[in-house]
């Protein structure tokens, strides 16, 4: 079975400062996909972020990065430089890559919201 | 281009309705799902469909019907429904079931039901 935890339900940063959700996952499968989304109240999931298990770098994209600790199952995701339109609710997902392939874990998410 | 559409945008319906929610994509992706969200949860898996063939259920009721008549498109067919089911429905679609970066789902901007 696969579990993802995010224990920060919501987080607040002011706007400009760098902020860190953080994400841990459980899997006994040797390959699979970590991903960040981004929930706004529209309900639209965007998809920030990918990071592949066997990856050696971290990934980066734009403001975003992924601080992948595989030893520690911990796949936090770096927000640089705030923006008030960084707000919203952000989700970890991880996906096998075996036979379980097609089903995403989706966490319980956290809320930021951002100062100005 | 990474959009994924989903019609109509809202949707209310009696207990006795016929209805039908409808996705797009036109990325060349071979996979695509159906999510329900309530509010401020995850997204749950109900169906998902590779190279037009079901490939996963998650035991969703019965009232709800997917279908897949080509690459691009992918229907959600509503009969009976129950209150409890009022909720925002989003699709998705990958380039591949499993296999790294291809993995990756970008999501439509979801339709949501109230079921009354």
């Known amino acids: 079975a696969q579990k993802i935890t995010q224990t920060q339900p919501g987080m607040f940063v002011q706007e400009k400062e760098a902020v860190t959700l953080d994400c841990t996952y459980d899997?006994?499968?040797?390959?699979?996909?970590l991903f960040w989304y981004k929930q706004p109240s529209s309900g639209e999931m965007i998809f920030l972020i990918y990071q592949g298990s066997y990856d050696q770098q971290n990934a980066t994209e734009g403001r975003y990065s992924l601080n992948f600790q595989k030893a520690r199952k911990s796949a936090n995701l770096v927000i640089s430089a705030s923006q008030l339109g960084d707000s919203a609710m952000y989700f970890c997902a991880m996906r096998p890559d075996n036979t379980n392939a097609g089903k995403s874990t989706f966490g319980d998410g956290t809320t930021l919201t951002v100062k100005p | 281009d990474t959009e994924v559409t989903q019609t109509p945008k809202h949707l209310v319906m009696g207990m006795t309705n016929k209805k039908s929610l409808k996705c797009e994509q036109h990325?060349?992706?071979?996979?695509m799902y159906w999510y329900k969200q309530k509010a401020k949860k995850p997204p749950e898996l109900m169906f998902v469909y590779s190279y037009e063939k079901l490939s996963i259920n998650e035991s969703v009721p019965s009232r709800f019907s997917p279908e897949c008549p080509n690459s691009s498109l992918l229907n959600l067919h509503l009969h009976a429904l129950q209150p409890e089911d009022s909720a925002l429905y989003l699709c998705a679609s990958s380039l591949r079931l499993a296999g790294g970066r291809g993995e990756t789902q970008y999501f439509g901007p979801g339709t949501r039901l109230l079921v009354l």
């Open positions: 990325m060349g992706h071979r996979a």
């Open positions: 899997t006994s499968d040797p390959s699979y996909g």
